[in-house]
Each structure stands twice: as C-alpha cells, then as structure tokens.
C-alpha cells in the first residue's frame, strides 16, 4: 500500500518526522514459501518506507531565471499531461520559458534526486516597483 502525503514546516521539523517515521515497524504476513523455511514465523516485521516526493517553491529575483535554472539543471523527463497541468492550476504557475543549458553556474548537489519543473509564477511589485519576493 502507498499513502501520499503533503508536509509543510521547517526543514529540521520536517526532518524529524521523516525520521520518526524510518523507526516504525509494521507486521506483514509470511509467505508460504518462507514458512516453508521457519516452520515457527508466520507474521515477519518491516520498515516503514519513507520516500519523499517533495514540493519546493524557489524564491529568487525574476531576472535571476536563467541562472537557477542553470544551476538546477535539465529535469527528468515524466511529469507531463494533466498532472502537470493540475498542478500548474492549483499553484497558479505558468509553464517554464526554453532554457539553454549551456553550462553550470552552481555546483550543487543532484545525485539521485530525480527533479520535474512545474512552472513559475510571477512575482507582485510594491507602489515603487520593488518586487515583493
């Protein structure tokens, strides 16, 4: 069974419930098959499985696009069709402008972390023009 949640607080609390939840331990039935092996084990005990499938609003200047998005890098590919419209309407976002990538600006950390863009969504200005990040 998967449940989906959404979480949203600080990164430390968000990392502490993470963490609690990688100490649960849940009952699951065995297999014939190991049975077959441990006569006595009928009911075995399991990790509960965090995987975290994360939605992240990045705040920057909108002249600053490009070179996050350099500094992100290319997505997976995966996340098209009326799921990434969904999403795009319940945040109010618009779909990325093409970006070149012809380098890194910022080296950052990407190993196994698999990213999909959604959208941007435009900042408001103040009565003197100043954006309201």
């Known amino acids: 069974m998967h449940l989906y949640m959404m979480t949203r607080g ?3 609390e968000t990392s502490r419930l993470i963490e609690d ?3 649960v331990y849940m009952p699951v039935k065995t297999k014939k098959a190991h049975r077959d092996k441990y006569p006595n084990s009928k009911v075995s005990m399991i990790q509960l499985s965090v995987r975290p499938v994360q939605l992240f609003e990045l705040v920057f ?3 600053q696009l490009t070179n996050v998005m350099k500094t992100l890098g290319p997505c997976a590919a995966g996340l098209k069709g ?3 419209l969904a999403l795009r309407k319940a945040l109010h976002a618009t779909p990325l402008p093409k970006i070149e990538y012809d380098g890194i600006l910022t080296k950052i950390s990407k190993y196994a972390v698999s990213k999909h863009y959604i959208g941007t969504k435009k ?3 103040d009565e003197n023009g100043d954006e309201q990040l």
């Open 10 to 12: 600080t990164v430390r």
């Open 21 to 23: 939840l990688t100490h």
């Open 61 to 63: 200047p909108e002249e």
């Open 82 to 84: 009326a799921k990434l």
């Open 123 to 125: 900042d408001r200005y």
